[in-house]
């Protein structure tokens, strides 16, 4: 039974959410308050947290950094924003922090139990793709100054910790193990999102230009191949 961390001030809207999660089968622990949702992210290592942005304390964008930076002592948790801020901007801001989707208040009950879904079921779905390739997957990889660990979620550059989402991990993951070869858009958003791809959706590209941002310089090694998809050059 998937263990989910709500956090949420508004009490009853997190008792409704409360519901209807256990309702569809999953276990729920809930917060009211940033260090509150750290102590229990860190005690019980949640298969997946839904973070309200505005709380008491610590905001959620905050929470959000330290989950992220605490990631090498374990998985890198999915992360599902609730936000009222609908301005773009921020949307940006909150997957650049580390979210792995985001869904702006109000919101229907039903959207929200399919955001959950597809997030656990993308772990899964990555899981089962990286058992079939027959890929030795805890072994960590290095490229240049990169080092990926599979076991831990962890990503080191030159020694220093990279804060990224799942998402991003699991694309790096991907193009790691085989460098030089080129990866589809319908390939990635399959192996990571779970999702077929449809003409015009952006998901793949707008997760590498975060993840070659996240990367300085070493980001030019992931190559577009135009009208195809991207690939990491041989180091």
Do not use: C
Not at 46 to 52: A, E, N, Q, T
Not at 200 to 223: F, P, Q, T, Y
């Amino acid at each position: 039974m998937p263990m989910i961390l709500l956090v949420e001030d508004e009490r009853e809207l997190a008792r409704v959410i409360s519901r209807e999660l256990e309702a569809e089968g999953y276990r729920v622990i809930r917060a009211a308050a940033g260090q509150e949702a750290l102590d229990l992210h860190a005690r019980h290592q949640p298969d997946l947290v839904i973070l309200d942005w505005m709380l008491p304390g610590l905001d959620g964008l905050e929470v959000l950094r330290r989950i992220r930076q605490a990631a090498h002592e374990g998985a890198a948790v999915p992360v599902l924003m609730l936000t009222a801020r609908s301005e773009e901007m921020d949307r940006v801001v909150g997957l650049e922090v580390g979210a792995d989707d985001y869904l702006t208040k109000p919101f229907s009950m039903r959207e929200l139990i399919a955001r959950v879904r597809a997030l656990l079921r993308r772990i899964a779905h990555v899981q089962q793709i990286l058992k079939e390739d027959h890929l030795p997957g805890q072994a960590a990889l290095h490229y240049a100054g990169l080092i990926l660990e599979p076991e831990t979620y962890r990503a080191t550059l030159d020694g220093t910790s990279l804060e990224l989402t799942r998402t991003e991990f699991e694309l790096l993951h991907f193009l790691l193990r085989y460098p030089g070869r080129v990866f589809s858009r319908a390939y990635l958003l399959d192996a990571v999102w779970g999702e077929y791809y449809v003409a015009g959706d952006r998901s793949v590209d707008n997760a590498i230009l975060r993840l070659r941002k996240k990367l300085g310089d070493l980001g030019e090694a992931i190559e577009t191949v135009w009208g195809v998809g991207y690939r990491l050059l041989p180091e």
